[in-house]
């Protein structure tokens, strides 16, 4: 296994989550409020903001697939796994783990946005710095971090990783 170097803590996720889902409880006070996670990444902090959020909201999830095995972005997406739920007038919020190149979920706001939704955010843990190719309005961002690939709490490696209760910086420069 490659070497991991912690970028974010544990204790730094937990107290971030619990900000992002006191904004988003009274934002969406007296609304009806369907969050929708992108799998795999983002079932960790879905998991977890849920639990920060005091609002009798409802969850669904999509899966699509964006990278494949490498780290770098294909620009290809495809959604395989849609919604459960309808979300025509609807308050939708999208949670993402991170945002990177932005032409993942630039494509999953197009197609949920032709569903007329009452309104779409986004809330992403991660943001990558500068290197969004596509401009992007992230309504509740955690942490912005640089270019570097990141693993844990959600985010894989190959498939791996995903299990890290907090997120590191993997080390493929250096011997296994
Ligand atoms: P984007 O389309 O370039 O914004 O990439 C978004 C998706 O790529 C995320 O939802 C992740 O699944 C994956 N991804 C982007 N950056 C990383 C990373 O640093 N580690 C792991 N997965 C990543
Ligand atoms: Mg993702």
């Known amino acids: ?23 988003i409880s009274d934002d969406y006070r007296e609304k009806d409020l369907l969050i929708v996670g992108v799998l795999k990444g983002a079932f960790m902090v879905m998991a977890d903001l849920a639990r920060e959020i005091d609002i009798p909201a409802e969850f669904d999830f999509m899966a699509v697939s964006s990278y494949g095995a490498s780290t770098q972005t294909s620009g290809v997406v495809r959604i395989l796994k849609d919604l459960d739920h309808e979300i025509a007038d609807r308050n939708v919020l999208v949670v993402e783990d991170v945002i990177d190149s932005g032409l993942t979920l630039n494509y999953l706001m197009k197609s949920l946005r032709v569903r007329k939704p009452a309104s779409l955010e986004v809330a992403s843990l991660l943001v990558k710095e500068g290197i969004q190719r596509v401009p992007l309005e992230v309504k509740y961002q955690g942490f912005t971090i640089g270019s570097e690939f990141v693993v844990g709490y959600g985010l894989d490696y190959g498939g791996r990783y995903r299990n890290l209760p907090y997120i590191g910086v993997l080390d493929l420069e250096s011997d296994e």
């Open 1 to 23: 296994m490659a070497p991991i170097r912690t970028l974010i803590s544990q204790e730094q996720i937990a107290q971030k989550l619990g900000e992002m889902g006191r904004a």
